[in-house]
């Protein structure tokens, strides 16, 4: 009776749940100390402190809005607010990969067996920066989420205030969902776009009911003033864990002169641009970056059957551009990189399932994709050690692999997998009918 209980489906998901629910609250409770530092900002808003100054753990980065949210676990101790904190990620990580699977399945018509290599594919590359994001306590899968959310019930479920909603409180948090304004302005849900505007405006002043006022509009202030992107901090940046475009290109094109030389460090210039110039092709690809979107938003616009794996496509590009053109992305940051790998792999089982019955280039993509996939997965001290870590920052792989990511979503278009899931369908029936016969 208990081989047979433990031979269920049901019982290995409870074991898996068990174990990842215990996996996570060791983490919260042994770290977190990003989301101390939120959380002590958040003690900080309601005692009328400047949350901007004064924090022992870090500096507060985030909204007010933000601290304001996490005032029902900002008041129990840190190790149990963490625990919580983690316990809402999953939960979110969870709808996350739901998301993705609806879209995926909606759009291609999957077998059990290619549904579960998937899944762990993506798994093995989400599991690093999902492992990071929850260690540090941070607030990028609940961002991930609002802005996946958001679009998704305005594109595919046609819910506009829902979506419009999510997105906005994401917004409000954390500058970045902004880009998703940009998606929907050339999408033509200009609706969604005033209301999500309304809410973002509603969701930075609503504090204001609770906290004094004139104090809050001080804290709004000085947000603005610590995100600013023209902030020098920001122009270049030469601390190794950011893997943003104002990272990686200053790394191969600009001599920072200090550290390097003390250092000894390896050799990674390619050549020195001067400061001004430097400055004016990195803001001319971040536009281009940009406006490169509409090349996936306006392919085949009015010929596409089904809408589903075509969010997915445009989503996945989107947060990788997300990724690069914000300034100051850590490491964490890059969990943004998963919806282009995990549609990645999605294009790589695919031609398995072909036998690689498909032209060199799309072959030469599939395998390059994959090691770059391997590379970004085992980027771990635990895995590769300290040294080899410290290079992979030193050179921004992650950055680069975020940039040659956008050329594979730009080559490997819905409509390709779409076509190779025919055909191996159609391969599949006529396995199956010559077997029969």
Same mark, same amino acid.
């Given at each position: 009776?208990?081989?047979?209980?433990?031979?269920?489906?049901?019982?290995?998901?409870?074991?898996?749940?068990?174990?990842?629910?215990?996996?996570?609250?060791?983490?919260?409770?042994?770290?977190?100390?990003?989301?101390?530092?939120?959380?002590?900002?958040?003690?900080?808003?309601?005692?009328?402190?400047?949350?901007?100054?004064?924090?022992?753990?870090?500096?507060?980065?985030?909204?007010?809005?933000?601290?304001?949210?996490?005032?029902?676990?900002?008041?129990?101790?840190?190790?149990?607010?963490?625990?919580?904190?983690?316990?809402?990620?999953?939960?979110?990580?969870?709808?996350?990969?739901?998301?993705?699977?609806?879209?995926?399945?909606?759009?291609?018509?999957?077998?059990?067996?290619?549904?579960?290599?998937?899944?762990?594919?993506?798994?093995?590359?989400?599991?690093?920066?999902?492992?990071?994001?929850?260690?540090?306590?941070?607030?990028?899968?609940?961002?991930?989420?609002?802005?996946?959310?958001?679009?998704?019930?305005?594109?595919?479920?046609?819910?506009?205030?829902?979506?419009?909603?999510?997105?906005?409180?994401?917004?409000?948090?954390?500058?970045?969902?902004?880009?998703?304004?940009?998606?929907?302005?050339?999408?033509?849900?200009?609706?969604?776009?005033?209301?999500?505007?309304?809410?973002? &405006?509603?969701?930075?002043?609503?504090?204001?009911?609770?906290?004094?006022?004139?104090?809050?509009?001080?804290?709004?202030?000085?947000?603005?003033?610590?995100?600013?992107?023209?902030?020098?901090?920001?122009?270049?940046?030469?601390?190794?864990?950011?893997?943003?475009?104002? $990272?990686?290109?200053?790394?191969?094109?600009?001599?920072?002169?200090?550290?390097?030389?003390?250092?000894?460090?390896?050799?990674?210039?390619?050549?020195?641009?001067?400061?001004?110039?430097?400055? &004016?092709?990195?803001?001319?690809?971040?536009?281009?970056?940009?406006?490169?979107?509409?090349?996936?938003?306006?392919?085949?616009?009015?010929?596409?059957?089904?809408?589903?794996?075509?969010?997915?496509?445009?989503?996945?590009?989107? $947060?990788?551009v997300s990724a690069l053109i914000f300034p100051h992305q850590q490491k964490y940051a890059m969990l943004y990189f998963v919806p282009a790998g995990s549609y990645m792999i999605l294009f790589v089982l695919l031609i398995f399932r072909l036998k690689w019955n498909v032209s060199l280039k799309y072959k030469i993509i599939a395998i390059l994709a994959s090691f770059l996939m391997f590379i970004s997965a085992i980027m771990g001290r635990d895995i590769v050690g300290d040294y080899m870590v410290y290079?992979?920052?030193?050179?921004?792989?992650?950055?680069?692999?975020?940039?040659?990511?956008?050329?594979?979503?730009?080559?490997?278009?819905?409509?390709?997998?779409?076509?190779?899931?025919?055909?191996?369908?159609?391969?599949?029936?006529?396995?199956?009918?010559?077997?029969?016969?």
């Amino acid at each position: 009776m208990i081989i047979n209980f433990l031979k269920t489906k049901t019982t290995v998901y409870v074991l898996l749940s068990i174990i990842i629910f215990t996996y996570a609250i060791l983490k919260a409770i042994q770290g977190g100390i990003d989301l101390d530092v939120c959380l002590y900002a958040s003690n900080q808003l309601f005692n009328g402190e400047n949350i901007y100054e004064g924090n022992p753990f870090n500096n507060y980065l985030y909204s007010p809005l933000h601290a304001f949210l996490l005032r029902p676990i900002s008041i129990f101790d840190y190790a149990i607010a963490r625990v919580i904190w983690a316990l809402i990620n999953i939960a979110l990580i969870v709808r996350l990969w739901r998301i993705i699977s609806s879209l995926i399945k909606n759009s291609l018509e999957l077998n059990k067996k290619f549904n579960i290599q998937l899944t762990v594919g993506v798994v093995f590359i989400s599991l690093g920066f999902l492992n990071h994001n929850l260690i540090l306590g941070q607030i990028t899968i609940v961002i991930l989420w609002l802005t996946l959310e958001g679009l998704y019930q305005i594109i595919i479920q046609k819910k506009t205030i829902p979506g419009a909603l999510l997105l906005a409180l994401g917004i409000a948090i954390k500058i970045i969902p902004v880009l998703g304004l940009f998606y929907l302005f050339f999408k033509r849900k200009y609706k969604a776009i005033v209301i999500c505007i309304c809410f973002v &405006i509603a969701g930075l002043f609503f504090p204001s009911i609770i906290i004094k006022h004139s104090y809050h509009l001080k804290m709004l202030s000085n947000w603005i003033e610590t995100i600013k992107p023209t902030r020098n901090k920001y122009v270049f940046e030469n601390n190794l864990g950011t893997q943003s475009l104002n $990272a990686v290109l200053p790394t191969y094109f600009y001599d920072f002169n200090d550290a390097e030389k003390a250092l000894a460090n390896p050799k990674r210039q390619i050549i020195s641009v001067p400061h001004d110039t430097l400055v &004016i092709i990195m803001q001319t690809i971040r536009i281009l970056i940009v406006f490169s979107i509409l090349l996936l938003i306006f392919y085949k616009y009015n010929q596409r059957k089904t809408e589903s794996i075509y969010f997915y496509w445009e989503f996945s590009y989107l $947060a990788l551009v997300s990724a690069l053109i914000f300034p100051h992305q850590q490491k964490y940051a890059m969990l943004y990189f998963v919806p282009a790998g995990s549609y990645m792999i999605l294009f790589v089982l695919l031609i398995f399932r072909l036998k690689w019955n498909v032209s060199l280039k799309y072959k030469i993509i599939a395998i390059l994709a994959s090691f770059l996939m391997f590379i970004s997965a085992i980027m771990g001290r635990d895995i590769v050690g300290d040294y080899m870590v410290y290079l992979f920052d030193y050179y921004r792989v992650i950055g680069l692999i975020n940039l040659i990511f956008l050329i594979f979503l730009i080559l490997i278009k819905p409509n390709l997998l779409i076509e190779m899931n025919r055909k191996a369908l159609a391969n599949t029936k006529e396995v199956i009918a010559t077997a029969n016969k």
